[in-house]
């Protein structure tokens, strides 16, 4: 219970680091590409990593793109470790009852 | 009025062969992953907030549209056959020689220029998002949840 709330605090912080990074390149690249862009990087998170990795140096982000690529990796091995019981508000899973 | 490469943002994408190859890639095993049911990219906005942003649901939606499911992708969101008409067209601009894609990237900026259609899908796509948001707010964070 005490480890499956940890990993919850854990993945919550892991998920605000990459919304962090993620408002940070989606800024860049509003400021960048305009308005119909920035809103196309809204839709899709993809868009917007992509073009950040692109413009990586000639925009000073590659600190926070390196950061972001690292939290997802993260984000990617928590779930498959942990699945949605880690996340708040999720109901753990139950085991069978035979 | 507004100026004129606001109104055509998609088709100097198509013409960046790099950038386009890797968004291509990026999205191809996004959805591979999601149809079967593996942890994949995940929205940051709605993981760090739980408020869905406009284009959450699109991958599932796409997922369902492609099995032939209509119904559940239009559930999941109603853009989704717009939104594979764009993979569509990304890896057409992958694929295609030059002497094929510059003047297809010449006519699909004419079209975006002249009827502003890239401007008036996102905005409706805003504009959807909304109404969900609005009138069906718990039941989409649920569906979104999964």
């Given at each position: 219970m005490l480890a499956g709330g940890l990993m919850g605090i854990i993945a919550l912080l892991v998920f605000l680091g990459c919304a962090i990074c993620y408002i940070v390149v989606l800024i860049k690249l509003f400021q960048n590409e305009g308005l119909v862009k920035g809103i196309l990087g809204i839709i899709c998170g993809l868009f917007t990593f992509i073009w950040g990795w692109m413009n990586a140096d000639r925009y000073g982000i590659k600190n926070v793109m390196m950061i972001w690529s690292l939290l997802i990796i993260v984000a990617i091995v928590l779930n498959f470790a942990f699945?949605?019981?880690?996340?708040?508000?999720y109901p753990s899973p139950t085991p069978a009852v035979p | 009025m507004l100026p004129q490469p606001i109104l055509s943002p998609i088709s100097p994408i198509l013409g960046d062969r790099k950038f386009t190859f890797a968004l291509v890639g990026a999205t191809g095993l996004h959805i591979a992953l999601v149809s079967l049911n593996l942890p994949a990219w995940e929205c940051p906005i709605f993981r760090a907030t739980g408020i869905p942003c406009p284009g959450c649901g699109l991958s599932r939606a796409t997922v369902l549209l492609l099995k032939g499911d209509l119904a559940g992708s239009f559930r999941f969101h109603a853009f989704a056959p717009i939104f594979l008409f764009a993979i569509a067209a990304l890896i057409l601009s992958v694929l295609l020689p030059k002497s094929i894609l510059q003047p297809a990237i010449a006519r699909a900026e004419l079209i975006e220029r002249k009827t502003g259609l890239t401007v008036l899908i996102l905005g409706g796509l805003i504009l959807y998002w909304l109404a969900r948001l609005l009138f069906l707010q718990a039941d989409f964070v649920q569906l979104i949840r999964g």
């Open positions: 699945g949605v019981s880690m996340i708040p508000g | -």
